[in-house]
Each structure stands twice: as structure tokens, then as C-alpha cells.
């Protein structure tokens, strides 16, 4: 044995031993003496390094076998016992092609009692993210029913009041001069029934799970809702909404339920910073508009309360971020809202502005996201054999409608609103057959054609109309060349019958 | 009937649908008892200070000061607190109907009510109150 040999790994700081074939000690540094807590004198002793560290290292063996049919260098991370104390070292081995064991240490005894302290922090870091969220819900259906049955006791009070009114109205012998009273009465009980009606149906749709469906809906209407909806946290306040629509309310293909969900939280949070900044004359301002090209549709959200400060700008789309005091806002409202505009190929922006805070969402047009939600893994797959209908019609129950029949057969359903729409839409892309509604504002179904066939495009129409208008139809069937007609109402069979007739010519 | 007979009540209540129904109720069925009408706590702290209740109807739920802290303020003032208060209210949360309870507020209407549970009230309340 010689340790001179070895001197030159005398500088290093990890422990080290060598040994010989025959496991006989050849080397170890001063390192190695202070993490095993030896001296010289007493390693001197041990003949057989297998034998030594068996004593202090209970899983050596293992360890020596693997290492022994290795060729590469064997680590692990194994437990050592010195003087009654546990520790965790790393070890490293290989036996060289010279015969020799060479062996490192590391004592990762701090390292590993630190990782299994954050690994636990961890894990139950995560049961309470687990928690808060579902205390979340909770708490958010909690307040709804507050919410809820606060809202309509005082309807109902108020027409079980009513009625109660017309029952002694009704007592007096002569009804005559009652029947003013009467009818306010019922007008009182109407108009309750219907605030109770408005904030049921408003909930319902608020709380049903969706599925992630879209619709043709009107912007506008979604924007009235969402007011509606936030309408007790203004009561009672001097904050006026404001909606602006420049030129038509835009028509969008949304999740009617999220998106609403989206606006409800961007006027939700004006008012409640309105209302805390405690601004005067408080004012929050939605506008809606068209962009020139027709192939997006902006809606902001504008307040003149404080506004958001640089230092939050970057992180208010965060989960869990909130400047709301605890047990006000959950931090989830606008990463939500973000993510349900992304989902809807729609973007989310926090504009730069001077007074208050400018939220301004963009949708794709219906035409477009009309691509990119319908089946167009149909139209990818099956290019060649998908027949294209574009279905004109400015009522939207109508669109949604004949999309539903068409979604589930061969036919790839495109919508438009009006006949400029469709004529944005058939520059787009390649039409097969055309449905039109008959009676339109602006350009009518009638007209709309008469443009297509001076333009030379001969795409099969049809007309898709109420019985009124079936003579109508006839004096023109001819002359513009019209393939049929579909009379409102129509079911899912003689929407797809009266296309299958056509494809099938 | 003369005047010193009737009975005032303040109906405190910030929808201006049940304090309308209220009103015309009393109007039309008692001509002892007189209405006063308050929105908000602050108009009923205004309509306190010019005129005798005999009793007050106060609305649980109302955007700034809540119902049952504005009557538990009352019931702790020298000056009100012989009134009888009669808290309207949706469903109560245990922790209100204890605080309630505690402040000495035994007369709770829950809505929706009948005009007639709420004549009845009013009528128990006066009684007691003589």
C-alpha cells in the first residue's frame, strides 16, 4: 500500500478513498476522515474496505455488487450511521481498469432534510391551493343564494303584497271606482313577477355548467346582462353605465354563458374600485364596435375610477392577484376572464389610459370564428366531400338553429348575419349552397341574390321563409334561378332533406 | 278618531316597491296608522329627529349600514330605545338572528310576508307596547 501514490488528490475537498482488488485501503484524504469522523490510526486498522463501510453504511453490499458488475461510475444516495447519528451521503464508485476502488462521498445530510422540509411545504402548499379554490366555489355559491334570495323575497313580498290588495279592492260593493287601483295593483304584481323571472333565468344561466358550446348572439344583449346582472352592487350608488354602440350592435359566436361570465367580472371590478376610490361622478363606459375590416369586434370596459397602477399593470392577469381587501375578491376573476377570451381566439388588453382603467376585449367576427370553431376537423379530414351551406338570416335563434342540425351531419355550417356578411364570407371562402331568409334589413333575400346572380355567381339558393312569402317565391323562383324553398317553421329533417335534394342534382 | 290615536310607523327600506306596497296597505286598511318612509338609515336618522314613532320597520338588507346594525344601534341608544323595531328580513344567517337575539331584537318579519303577518306584527307590537 502506498500512499504517496495518491498524494495529489490530497487538495481535494470531497472525501475520497481508494482501495485495492483486494479491498485493501489504499488511499483516503482528510476530508474523508472528517465526514466519517476517523482518524488515521483507527482506518489503519480496517483491512477490508467492504468490512468498513458494511459496519457504518447498512446497504453497502447492494451497493458493492452493483458497482462490482459496472463499468461507468455507480451513485447513490445512501444513509450512514456514526456514533448513533443518521446521515445522507451521496456515494459515488467505479472500479478502474487498474484493479482500483475509487470512491467519493458527498453529506447531503442538511441539503436533504432542507428538501424533504420544502417538499412537505409543497405538498401542502398544494392541499390549500386545493382548499382555497374549492372554498371558492363555496363561497361563490353561497353568495349567489344570498344574493339570490334576497333578490326575489322582495318581488315576491311585494306581489304576494299585491294580491292581497286586490282581494280587499274586490271587497267593495261597487267595483267601478276600484278598477284603477286594481290595475295598478296588477301591473305591481306583473312587474315583480317579472324582476323574479329575469334574476331566476339570469342565474340559471350563470351557474348552469356549460358546455363549451357557442351561439349567435347580439353583443349588446350580452353587455345588458352583465349589467343586469351587477346591478345590486350599484344600487344605492351614483355610478351610471353607460353602453355605446357605433353603427350595428355586432353579432358575435360565443360561449353566451362564459363570455357574459367575462363581462360580468370587468364591471364588477369597475364598480367595486369606483366605489372604494369613492369617485365622483362615477362612470363606467362599454362600447362596442365593428373594426373597419369586419373581422373583429372589439368591446371595452372603461371606469374613471383610480385606475390600475404601473407596479400591478403586469400582474393583474395572475391567478390568484388581487388588490380587493381579504374575503373581497378571490384573485381569479380576470385570469379567468383571460383565459375564456383566449379560448374564443380573443385577446384580452389592458389599455394604456389617463383616467381610470381600460379593459378592451376582441372577438373574431362570426364568419371567422365560425372557421375556427366548427367542424373543421370534418373539413380537414374530408375536403374534398364537405359540402359548404352559408345560412343568411339577421335572426339569430335561426343561426343557431340550422348550425346545431348541420353540425351533426356532413354539412359544414357557415353563418352570416346580413348579406354583407355573406358576401365578406363567400370572398373568404368556397361556397357550395346558400340559405337565405327572405325578409332582411338593409339588403333582403331577395336582393342579396339578384346581387349574386349580376355578379355571375351561381351558387344554388334557397330561401328559407315563413308561408307568406311562398308566392313571392314563385314569381321570382325562375328568374333567379332558386333551388327551393324552406318554411319557417322547419325541422331538422326537412332542413337536411332540402339540402340532400340539391347535392344530390 | 282623533289625531293623538293614530300611530306612526317609519318603514325603513331601500326598495321602493315594498315601502309603496306598505304605504298603500296602511292607507287603504287602517286609517290608524300613519306611514313614514326612509330609504336608507340616514333619511330615517333625519325622520327620527322631526317626529314620535311608534314602532319601526327596518329592512335587513340594504346597500351601506345593514338593517340589524342600524336597529342594534337604536336599541342601545337612551333616546330610542323604547321603540319597538320589527327587522325585516330574507333568510337570516345564524350569526344575525344571534346578534339579533343578544340586541334584543325578538320581532323578525322574513320575507316574502302576507300583508296580513305583517298587520298582525304591528298589531302584537302595539299591544305590547301599551
Sequence with gaps: MDMEAFEFLDDLFEPILVAEQDGTIA??????????????????????????????????????????????????????????????IIIKGVKKESGYFVMLFKDVTVEKLLNDKYRAQLEELKNTHGQIIQSDKLKVIGEMTANISHEINNPLTVAIGNTELIGFALEANDLNPQRESITKFQINIEHSLDRINKIISNMKEFLHKSEDKKE??????????AIAFTNPSVIGTDIQMNVMVSGAAPILLINRVKIEQVFVNLIQNAIDSLKEAGTENPLITVELKTENSGNSIQISVKDNGPGISAENRAKIFNTFFTTKAIGKGTGL??????????????????????????????????????????????????????IRVLVVDNELNILNLCMNFLSESDYHFIGASSAAEALLEMERT??????????????????????????????????????????????IKDELGLEGIIIKPFTKEELVGALGAIVNE | MSKSERKCILVVDDDPKVRELIQTFFALKSEEIL?????????????????EFDIILIDNQMP??????????????????????????????????????????????????????????INSCLKKGH
Aim: proline share 3%; hydrophobic share 40%; net charge neutral.
Design chain 1, 27 to 88: 488511499y483516503f484524504n482528510a476530508s474523508f476522515l472528517t465526514l466519517f469522523r476517523t482518524t488515521p490510526r483507527a482506518m489503519k486498522k480496517q483491512t477490508d474496505f467492504k468490512e468498513y463501510f458494511s459496519s457504518i453504511i447498512p446497504d453497502f453490499n447492494s451497493f458493492y455488487e452493483e458497482m462490482m458488475k459496472q463499468d461507468q461510475v455507480l451513485s447513490t444516495e445512501l444513509n450512514f450511521i456514526i456514533e448513533g447519528q443518521v446521515s445522507t
Design chain 1, 216 to 225: 349567435y348572439c347580439d353583443a349588446r344583449e350580452i353587455v345588458e346582462k
Design chain 1, 333 to 386: 376573476g380576470l385570469s379567468i376572464s383571460n383565459r375564456i377570451i383566449q379560448s374564443h381566439q380573443g385577446k384580452l388588453d389592458l389599455l394604456e389610459s389617463s383616467v381610470g382603467a381600460h379593459f378592451r376585449i376582441t372577438l373574431p367576427a362570426i364568419g371567422i370564428a365560425g372557421h375556427v370553431s366548427g367542424n373543421w376537423e370534418k373539413l380537414i379530414s374530408d375536403n374534398h366531400k364537405l
Design chain 1, 430 to 475: 368556397k361556397i357550395d349552397v346558400i340559405i337565405t331568409d327572405m325578409k332582411m334589413p338593409l339588403v333582403d333575400g331577395e336582393n342579396f341574390v339578384r346581387e349574386l346572380r349580376a355578379k355571375n355567381i351561381n351558387i344554388p339558393v334557397l330561401f328559407m321563409t315563413s308561408k307568406d312569402f311562398v308566392d313571392k317565391y314563385k314569381t
Design chain 2, 35 to 51: 306611514c313614514v318612509m326612509a330609504e336608507d338609515s340616514q333619511q330615517a336618522v333625519l325622520k327620527m329627529s322631526n317626529q
Design chain 2, 64 to 121: 351601506g349600514r345593514s338593517g340589524i346594525d342600524y336597529a342594534l344601534s337604536l336599541k342601545k341608544s337612551i333616546k330610542y330605545s323604547r321603540i319597538p323595531i320589527i327587522l325585516m328580513s330574507g333568510a337570516l344567517q345564524q350569526e344575525d338572528v344571534l346578534k339579533a337575539m343578544e340586541g334584543g331584537l325578538k320581532d323578525i318579519l322574513v320575507k316574502p310576508f302576507s300583508l296580513k303577518q305583517l298587520s298582525d306584527k
